[in-house]
Nanobody, 119 residues
C-alpha cells in the first residue's frame, strides 16, 4: 500500500504561480512512474504531467512551457511547479503513482488538492 499526501493548492490570480507537493509513504525508487492529473468542473480527469523511474518527463500540450514536474528522492516527494497560471487551469489536482509489486501493477491516488485561478 502507498499513501500519498498532497499539498500546495489554493487561490491564485491569473499569471501567478503555485507549487504542488506529493509526499509518498515509500521510496520513489520503488515506483514505476509518478504523475499529476487534474479534473475540472464537468470535465474528465486528464494527465497534466508525468515522470518515470528514469526521470523522463511528459506534459499535456496545454501546460508545456508553464508547468514542471520534478522529484526529490531524499524526501520521497514529487512536485508540480505551475507558472503563468490561467483560469482554465482551475481544477482539483491529483497525484498518482504506479508501482509494480510481485508481478502486479497498482495505481495509487492522492486525495486531491484544489487549484483555483481567478482574479
Amino acid at each position: 500500500q502507498v499513501q500519498l499526501v498532497e499539498s500546495g493548492g489554493g487561490l491564485v490570480q491569473p499569471g501567478g504561480s503555485l507549487r504542488l507537493s506529493c509526499a509518498a509513504s515509500v521510496s520513489l525508487f520503488s515506483l514505476r512512474a509518478m504523475g499529476w492529473y487534474r479534473q475540472g468542473p464537468g470535465m474528465q480527469r486528464e494527465l497534466v504531467a508525468g515522470i518515470n523511474s528514469g526521470s523522463s518527463t511528459n506534459y499535456a500540450d496545454s501546460v508545456k512551457g508553464r508547468f514542471t514536474i520534478s522529484r526529490d528522492n531524499a524526501k520521497n516527494t514529487v512536485y508540480l511547479q505551475m507558472n503563468s497560471l490561467k483560469p482554465e487551469d482551475t481544477a482539483v489536482y491529483y497525484c498518482n503513482v504506479v508501482r509494480t509489486v510481485l508481478g502486479g501493477t497498482f495505481d495509487y491516488w492522492g486525495q486531491g488538492t484544489q487549484v483555483t485561478v481567478s482574479s
